[in-house]
């Protein structure tokens, strides 16, 4: 690419933002009552290549709210401050909160489309809508409570916590005292241990601790099974959770052990889609431990796995962008017509994102979102350290909705879409590229950022942010230039004699 062809690139993608060109994009408004599908794998530290908690998530929605990046300071609160929720709901706010950033939807955090990290290295792995696999009896025996806590009330302990157990505990905590409005689970990690949360229904909750060998693979359907809530150190649950199933019918001890899964969920296998759920998840262990050989019709997953080679960021990249390439359920077939699977690289993805945690380092190199704004499959994972003083203005939620990052990347994706087998050639590979470069250079821009932190850490917040805002200018370029090759050449003018008479001829 000689200079001249990249300015104007570089001026092509400014133009976009500046004039918010991608506004036919972006149409559809955002829909706050969108079932939230999304999808998550959790990895131990001990199932990792480095050692590092890593934690994924696809974040579905109607694929159109604008994402972006933030970073809250910490706070001091007094006894008026106050929590509101959409629902009516008001909590009062803790009298200290942490630094933590977020990857969030415009509606905010409170509605519990996020992912996020605090300044202690404890993680948000997002979450998952349950509301389509609940079970009517369970609907029945234990009903959500209208103006109880929804999902959002993750993100409000966070703030207030310093390890992952401490979170679920507060977050129970919370539940027990106000009550739960949306059932949903969610994925929280710190350097040395994962957890991951269900509720039940209004009143009920069950959280087990993954354990640092395996992984665990998430899609909207229950996923807690056989649990022993005497085994303190890796379960904890509602009071008297067991009791409270037994009373209302939801679980017969005489069918064997308390299974909080069958107790609450199992709704979707009689909906016209039985695998809606359970095949996302099959595909994530049939790539990681495709020793198991894993039925793509079973149903019921164990709750934890081993993979058979250890897990990366960049192998958690590719399983985030999937869509069954390779199998008879492919959504973007060369020949013949899509069989209609809901697909782990959904259409309706917002952010999409690769957490890492590594307790070894200080939070603000050892914590990082790898953040990708849109689909999957064509937008790249930016490392978003969490020692950066600010987030790149594009990336943030501060530019108006149509001038984002999201709206180029969103714009990148519908094209690709518009003729998937051919455009995705052009695309992926410039961003696996991308990121492949990223990872290579990632040890070194790590000993370079804590030789400046031992000697003055804002030298080092200053590194960090110049380095991403460098990298984030760099993936819009590339995302013009793919735009500007898949888009077709404008029409030439056409001379007729009509004009050479008006010009006198």
Known sequence: MNNNHRAFILFFVQFLLITGIFNAFSQVPENRNSDRECYMILAGKDATTDGSVLVAHNNDLTGTEISFCEKIPKQKHTYEDSIRFSN?????????????????????????????????????????????????????????????LPGGVRYIALQQTK????????IGDLYNKYGIAYPSG??????????????????????????????????????????????????????????????????????GPFNFRKAF???????????????????????????????????????????????????LFSILRDHYQGTKFDGYPETGKSPGERMIASSKCVHTDVI?????????????IWTGLSRPFATPYVPFYFGINKIPEVYSGKREDKRTAFSVFRGLSDLVIGNYNERIDIVLPRWKKFEKINLTLQPSVEDWAIKLY???????????????????????????????????????EVKTNIDDKFRGK
Do not use: H
């Not at 809508?129 to 009903?143: E, G």
């Open 163 to 170: 390890t992952a157990r401490q979170c679920v505990e507060l």
């Open 265 to 315: 969920g199992g709704r979707v296998y009689s909906s016209k889609n039985p695998f809606y759920n359970s095949r996302r998840e099959w595909r994530g262990i049939s790539i990681l431990s495709p020793s198991l050989n894993p039925d793509p019709e079973g149903r019921d997953f164990q709750m934890f796995f081993k993979p058979d080679e250890k897990i990366n960021v960049e192998k």
């Open 88 to 148: 009516g709901l008001t909590i009062p706010n803790a009298s200290f909160t942490c630094e933590w950033m977020v990857l969030r939807i415009r509606n905010g955090y409170k509605e519990g489309d996020a992912v996020a990290v605090n300044e202690y290295q404890v993680a948000i792995a997002g979450g998952v809508s349950l509301i389509s696999d609940r079970n009517v009896k369970a609907r029945v025996t234990d009903p959500l409570v209208k103006n109880g």
């Open 356 to 368: 890492q945690l590594r307790g070894e380092l200080t939070v603000e190199i050892g914590a990082i």
């Open 186 to 255: 969610v994925g929280i990690a710190d350097p040395k241990e994962i957890w991951y949360l269900e509720t039940g229904g209004g009143s009920t909750w069950a959280a087990v601790r993954v354990p640092d060998s395996c992984y665990w693979v998430q899609a909207n359907g229950y996923r807690i099974g056989n649990i022993n809530i005497d085994d303190t150190a890796n379960v904890i649950t509602s009071p008297g959770l067991p009791e409270f199933c037994k009373k209302k019918g939801l679980w017969d001890p005489g069918m």
């Open 454 to 492: 031992n000697k003055d850490p804002e030298d080092a917040g200053k590194f960090l942010t110049d380095y991403t805002t460098g990298l984030c200018m760099n993936a819009l370029r590339q995302a013009a230039d793919m735009i500007m090759t898949i888009l077709p050449p404008p029409k030439q």
